[in-house]
């Protein structure tokens, strides 16, 4: 007896899909999978779950002949069917009704490779196992077909082909008339594998590979895609109808219309029912034709999906490797999302925590381009959650890692636990922020690939999404300036978003991201000093208490002490003499001088405008001592680590230094000293005259 070989095995793409144990010989390839379809009496088919086609057939076994010709070289090898050893001894076992064994036996029963025959023409060869078969064999029928596959157990099961006798092999390359005649004879379209897969989760699985998924920051696995030009603009050989390549004529093809070209060849291809020998028109069309029965191959598996929707598949039923919805959404395509979310398809679900636990609108506000506006208008359409919470709330803001350590690079401010502006001069914010994962707004804000996410943030805004809400010390707000995000400014303001709230101790607040060091090459110093006057114009206030310092020593000061306290931190260009700087370091060092600058001329501009406001009642207090002056550096704005001195001709400013006191009495301090002078005086000449007014008038 010979025993048939199943050749031919060619690798397809893998899915990653978890495989069965021994008997069932499955593997990792995207290959057709008859699963349990019993042989009833004559061979009839007793059941064949849906789950089994649904997968497309890359890797065949094909089987010219088993007639006992068979060259010796097309033979089974012993260990394929099992790995102890075995005598096994040949012979024949016939029955009254005809039926008959020819093959090996072993222990009494039919053990290794054979042929069995029925009486109604029907047949078998191929591996047996105890009396079963089980392994590698081919199912003939009277007609012609046959099935060449795997058995477990006398039951079709794992990957195989089904050929009948016009010459068609059903390879489960997306039929969906026997989708239909299934489901129309019963069969569960919800029904799972044992590895829990449902039809529909097949689909989708090979519908969108791992390679159609967009990078995006939700999952940071965002990397920015370098094309080459010489790449690009290489030369490959290309196949046209004629013999001669396209090489040839040395005619460069544009990617577009080779894709134009595809697509009007696989529309002829979906056209027609049973278009014959795909792999050889893909072997003989070259990259055009590989390129046609892609789209057509990829435009079945759309269809199948569709119909497996229109016919009840619950698109929430399978959540492993993730649910469907996670594919769609990953490969950024908004018509699949729609009419996933239309078939019922739940928008509360995650990936697990081990990925980070995000949301499908997580993702979808990561998207770049056009897609990720349309699957986030339609995810948000859905009643999805725009403040659902992603599983990283002990994640740390990527910038702010490779931030400098306050316990190891001590900062040289001297601080004396300073309190801080008095009460009297800010307004406290009436927001206690809530610390937690990231929110789709807190991606969309964070995206360095592409600013013009304003329409994402607007949705967002508009479906209530919080603006308010904490990640890792950050707010929406802080990460759009943090990234330089500033198209995305306006709309955070105009949404609701607090300049004021107060966030982590390393952030501070929405005008100390501004002046952070770290985000300082984000964008240039005319874009800081105009982003600085928005969010004053905004209700940002340069007199909000912020806190500075380490884990042992801290202090309360304003956004230009956080500005001096970050840039004590860097000791090299702090202690490096300008002209040994480089001229890229004596750039930022200038920059930096400049924003101090001007933040300490803004914050006089304030504090001289709130004390302007005070009423008589508010100077009475003052003079009194029943209220606080906030005192500061009338030239350098700090109020942390220094010592200040009051001006001795008016009383009414404070100096760090004898640079800051010679430089504000030179700027300003000049005029506004004299000229209070003046007014005290002829404040006195106006009281003397009155009491002078008065004693006449007694006399």
């Given at each position: 007896?010979?025993?048939?070989?199943?050749?031919?095995?060619?690798?397809?793409?893998?899915?990653?899909l978890?495989?069965?144990?021994?008997?069932?010989?499955?593997?990792?390839?995207?290959?057709?999978?008859f699963?349990?379809?019993?042989?009833?009496?004559?061979?009839?088919?007793?059941?064949?779950?849906l789950?089994?086609?649904?997968?497309?057939?890359?890797?065949?076994?094909?089987?010219?002949?088993?007639e006992?010709?068979?060259?010796?070289?097309?033979?089974?090898?012993?260990?394929?069917?099992?790995?102890?050893?075995?005598?096994?001894?040949?012979?024949?076992?016939?029955?009254?009704?005809?039926?008959?064994?020819?093959?090996?036996?072993?222990?009494?029963?039919?053990?290794?490779?054979?042929?069995?025959?029925?009486?109604?023409?029907?047949?078998?060869?191929?591996?047996?196992?105890?009396?079963?078969?089980?392994?590698?064999?081919?199912?003939?029928?009277?007609?012609?077909?046959?099935f060449?596959?795997?058995?477990?157990?006398?039951?079709?099961?794992?990957?195989?082909?089904m050929?009948?006798?016009?010459?068609r092999?059903?390879?489960?390359?997306?039929?969906?008339?026997?989708?239909?005649?299934?489901?129309?004879?019963?069969?569960?379209?919800?029904?799972?594998?044992?590895?829990?897969?449902?039809?529909?989760?097949?689909?989708?699985?090979?519908?969108?590979?791992?390679?159609?998924?967009?990078?995006?920051?939700?999952?940071?696995?965002?990397?920015?895609?370098?094309?080459?030009?010489?790449?690009?603009?290489?030369?490959?050989?290309?196949?046209?109808?004629?013999?001669?390549?396209?090489y040839?004529?040395?005619?460069?093809?544009?990617?577009?219309?080779?894709?134009?070209?595809?697509?009007?060849?696989?529309?002829?291809?979906?056209?027609?029912?049973?278009f014959?020998?795909?792999?050889?028109?893909?072997?003989?069309?070259g990259?055009?034709?590989?390129?046609?029965?892609?789209i057509?191959?990829h435009?079945?598996?759309?269809?199948?999906?569709?119909?497996?929707?229109?016919?009840?598949?619950?698109?929430?039923?399978?959540?492993?490797?993730?649910?469907?919805?996670?594919?769609?959404?990953?490969?950024?395509?908004?018509?699949?999302?729609?009419f996933?979310?239309?078939?019922?398809?739940?928008?509360?679900?995650?990936?697990?925590?081990?990925?980070?636990?995000?949301?499908?609108?997580?993702i979808?506000?990561?998207?770049?381009?056009?897609?990720?506006?349309?699957?986030?208008?339609?995810?948000?359409?859905?009643?999805?959650?725009p403040?659902?919470?992603?599983?990283?709330?002990?994640?740390?803001?990527?910038?702010?890692?490779?931030?400098?350590?306050?316990?190891?690079?001590?900062?040289?401010?001297?601080m004396?636990?300073?309190?801080?502006?008095?009460?009297n001069?800010?307004?406290?914010?009436a927001?206690?922020?809530?610390e937690?994962?990231?929110?789709?707004?807190?991606?969309?804000?964070?995206?360095?690939?592409?600013?013009e996410?304003?329409?994402?943030?607007?949705?967002?805004?508009?479906?209530?999404?919080?603006?308010?809400?904490?990640?890792?010390?950050?707010?929406?707000?802080?990460?759009?300036?943090?990234?330089?995000?500033d198209?995305?400014?306006?709309?955070?303001?105009?949404?609701?978003?607090?300049?004021?709230?107060?966030?982590?101790q390393?952030?501070?607040?929405?005008?100390?991201?501004?002046?952070?060091?770290?985000?300082?090459?984000?964008?240039?110093?005319?874009?800081?000093?105009?982003?600085?006057?928005?969010?004053?114009?905004?209700?940002?206030?340069?007199?909000?208490?912020?806190?500075?310092?380490?884990?042992?020593r801290?202090?309360?000061?304003?956004?230009?002490?956080?500005?001096?306290?970050?840039?004590?931190?860097?000791?090299?260009?702090?202690?490096?003499?300008?002209?040994?700087?480089?001229?890229?370091?004596?750039?930022?060092?200038?920059?930096?001088?400049?924003?101090?600058?001007?933040?300490?001329?803004?914050?006089?501009?304030?504090?001289?405008?709130?004390?302007?406001?005070?009423?008589?009642?508010?100077?009475?207090?003052?003079?009194?001592?029943?209220?606080?002056?906030?005192?500061?550096?009338?030239?350098?704005?700090?109020?942390?680590?220094?010592?200040?001195?009051?001006?001795?001709?008016?009383?009414?400013?404070?100096?760090?230094?004898?640079?800051?006191?010679?430089?504000?009495?030179?700027?300003?301090?000049?005029?506004?000293?004299?000229?209070?002078?003046?007014?005290?005086?002829?404040?006195v000449?106006?009281?003397?005259?009155?009491?002078?007014?008065?004693?006449?008038?007694?006399?």
């Amino acid at each position: 007896m010979t025993k048939p070989l199943l050749a031919n095995q060619s690798s397809a793409r893998k899915c990653h899909l978890p495989s069965r144990q021994s008997g069932t010989y499955l593997s990792t390839c995207t290959l057709t999978c008859f699963r349990t379809a019993r042989l009833a009496g004559a061979g009839q088919w007793e059941r064949t779950p849906l789950c089994g086609l649904t997968h497309s057939a890359t890797r065949v076994f094909q089987a010219e002949d088993y007639e006992e010709e068979i060259e010796p070289q097309y033979l089974y090898c012993e260990e394929d069917m099992n790995n102890n050893k075995i005598e096994t001894k040949v012979g024949v076992q016939e029955w009254p009704d005809g039926s008959s064994y020819r093959g090996e036996f072993a222990l009494d029963l039919k053990l290794g490779y054979g042929e069995f025959a029925w009486d109604n023409g029907e047949r078998y060869v191929g591996q047996f196992y105890k009396d079963h078969r089980h392994g590698k064999g081919v199912y003939f029928w009277p007609d012609g077909s046959k099935f060449i596959g795997s058995f477990y157990l006398s039951r079709k099961e794992g990957y195989g082909v089904m050929e009948f006798n016009d010459g068609r092999k059903f390879q489960m390359n997306y039929h969906d008339d026997i989708i239909n005649l299934l489901l129309d004879n019963g069969a569960d379209v919800n029904k799972c594998s044992d590895e829990g897969l449902s039809a529909l989760s097949m689909c989708v699985i090979h519908y969108f590979p791992e390679e159609s998924f967009q990078p995006n920051i939700a999952e940071r696995n965002f990397s920015r895609r370098e094309s080459s030009e010489e790449s690009e603009n290489s030369v490959v050989e290309k196949s046209s109808e004629t013999n001669c390549g396209i090489y040839n004529f040395k005619i460069q093809v544009s990617v577009e219309a080779m894709q134009r070209g595809a697509a009007a060849l696989s529309e002829h291809m979906l056209k027609v029912p049973y278009f014959a020998d795909c792999e050889g028109l893909v072997q003989q069309e070259g990259t055009l034709g590989r390129m046609a029965a892609s789209i057509t191959e990829h435009a079945k598996r759309l269809a199948t999906i569709k119909l497996l929707l229109r016919r009840g598949a619950d698109p929430n039923m399978c959540r492993i490797p993730m649910y469907v919805l996670f594919f769609a959404v990953k490969a950024a395509d908004p018509n699949a999302v729609r009419f996933l979310l239309e078939a019922g398809a739940r928008t509360d679900i995650r990936l697990p925590t081990r990925l980070g636990g995000t949301a499908p609108l997580h993702i979808a506000a990561a998207l770049p381009g056009e897609e990720g506006v349309e699957i986030t208008s339609s995810l948000l359409h859905s009643a999805t959650d725009p403040n659902v919470r992603a599983e990283d709330e002990n994640d740390i803001y990527g910038p702010d890692r490779t931030s400098y350590k306050l316990t190891e690079n001590i900062s040289m401010i001297k601080m004396n636990n300073e309190m801080g502006p008095p009460k009297n001069y800010y307004k406290e914010c009436a927001i206690i922020p809530e610390e937690g994962g990231r929110t789709p707004l807190h991606i969309a804000c964070e995206r360095e690939d592409d600013y013009e996410v304003s329409d994402i943030v607007r949705l967002l805004l508009e479906h209530n999404a919080n603006p308010n809400v904490l990640w890792s010390g950050h707010s929406p707000l802080s990460l759009a300036i943090a990234s330089g995000n500033d198209q995305v400014l306006a709309e955070l303001l105009a949404g609701g978003a607090e300049p004021n709230l107060p966030l982590g101790q390393v952030v501070g607040s929405a005008l100390c991201a501004v002046a952070n060091t770290t985000y300082e090459f984000k964008r240039t110093l005319a874009s800081k000093i105009a982003l600085i006057n928005s969010l004053i114009a905004g209700g940002a206030d340069m007199l909000m208490p912020i806190t500075i310092g380490d884990e042992t020593r801290t202090a309360v000061g304003t956004v230009v002490d956080y500005a001096h306290f970050r840039i004590y931190q860097d000791k090299r260009m702090l202690h490096t003499p300008y002209h040994a700087l480089s001229p890229t370091e004596r750039e930022t060092f200038t920059s930096r001088k400049k924003l101090l600058e001007y933040l300490s001329e803004r914050l006089r501009e304030c504090v001289t405008s709130r004390e302007k406001q005070w009423d008589r009642e508010e100077i009475r207090r003052l003079k009194y001592g029943e209220a606080k002056v906030f005192k500061y550096c009338y030239q350098c704005g700090r109020s942390v680590g220094v010592n200040l001195s009051v001006c001795t001709r008016c009383f009414e400013i404070y100096t760090c230094s004898k640079t800051c006191k010679v430089k504000a009495w030179n700027d300003r301090h000049k005029r506004e000293c004299v000229l209070g002078r003046l007014i005290c005086l002829v404040c006195v000449l106006e009281l003397l005259s009155s009491r002078f007014a008065v004693l006449l008038e007694i006399t």
